[in-house]
């Protein structure tokens, strides 16, 4: 009997790093517009979540790809992938 362990699929999103202060951490801001439900105007949203940065490479201005992973502190809960975008 084989036992076969696939992961399953994991969110990936694309934002502009806002934070970069705390050692191995960024703060990245998604944004997303959306239609306003009773009204109908798009308005924009954004989300503001940490990410792990295992080598300290991200700069203020950066659009980076982050990626879910397992809870790495109490509010990181995402890790960088690759920067889409350096900032000027």
């Excluded at 944004?31 to 503001?48: A, E, F, L």
């Excluded at 295992?54 to 203020?60: A, F, G, K, L, S």
């Amino acid at each position: 009997m084989e036992t076969e362990t696939t992961r399953g699929h994991r969110k990936s999103r694309t934002g502009e790093v806002v934070k970069n202060a705390a050692n191995k951490t960024i703060v990245v801001a998604i944004r997303r517009r959306v239609r306003h439900p009773q009204y109908g105007k798009i308005i924009n949203r954004t989300s503001k979540i940490m990410a792990h940065d295992e080598e300290n490479v991200c700069q203020i201005g950066d659009i980076v790809r982050v990626t879910e992973t397992r809870p790495l502190s109490k509010r990181k809960r995402w890790r960088y992938v690759e920067t889409v975008r350096k900032a000027e």
